[in-house]
């Protein structure tokens, strides 16, 4: 919606300074914010765009497919546990994996600048300490 009505009519980006800058939004004429309220609402409509919308949706589900079993192969392989454990071990990853890979958690595990071998250490560190403690 900025982006659009930016490029309509003369805006003003209200900003509060201090230690951190927060924006309080975006200022400009009320016929020009409707306009691209008009815009916007029809580009949302477009078979097209709900098309790309659609397929961006069943990439994304793809990739986390993806990650959720590499991430849980780098489990199994720190846990390493001995074979006669093997169901024990398959129960801990699978839980380790369940409580740090979801979309927007903020955990270690989507973090881009840790390696897979790191992120899964601290993941079961993770998964551990909030099994036994009142972390939450």
Same mark, same amino acid.
């Given at each position: %919606?900025?982006?659009?009505?930016?490029?309509?009519? /003369?805006?003003?980006?209200?900003?509060?300074?201090?230690?951190?800058? !927060?924006?309080?939004?975006?200022?400009?004429?009320?016929?020009?914010?409707?306009?691209?309220?008009?815009?916007?609402?029809?580009?949302?409509?477009? /078979?097209? &765009? $709900?098309k790309k919308l659609a397929?961006?949706?069943?990439?994304?589900?793809?990739?986390?497919?993806?990650?959720?079993?590499? !991430? $849980?192969?780098?489990?199994?392989?720190?846990?390493? !546990?001995? /074979?006669? !454990?093997?169901? %024990?071990?398959?129960?801990?990853?699978?839980?380790?994996?369940? &409580?740090?890979? /979801?979309?927007?958690?903020?955990?270690?595990?989507?973090?881009?600048?840790?390696? %897979?071998?790191?992120?899964?250490?601290?993941?079961? %560190?993770?998964?551990?300490? &909030?099994?036994?403690? &009142?972390?939450?």
């Amino acid at each position: %919606m900025s982006q659009k009505l930016k490029s309509l009519a /003369p805006t003003w980006t209200v900003q509060k300074k201090g230690s951190k800058i !927060f924006s309080h939004g975006v200022w400009a004429a009320t016929e020009y914010i409707q306009a691209a309220k008009v815009l916007v609402a029809s580009k949302r409509a477009d /078979p097209v &765009h $709900l098309k790309k919308l659609a397929q961006a949706k069943i990439l994304r589900d793809k990739k986390e497919l993806v990650f959720g079993e590499d !991430f $849980l192969q780098a489990i199994v392989q720190l846990l390493n !546990f001995d /074979p006669k !454990f093997q169901s %024990m071990e398959d129960k801990v990853a699978a839980l380790v994996k369940q &409580h740090v890979t /979801p979309v927007g958690s903020g955990t270690v595990a989507r973090s881009t600048s840790v390696k %897979m071998v790191d992120k899964a250490s601290l993941a079961v %560190m993770a998964w551990m300490r &909030h099994q036994t403690s &009142h972390y939450d």
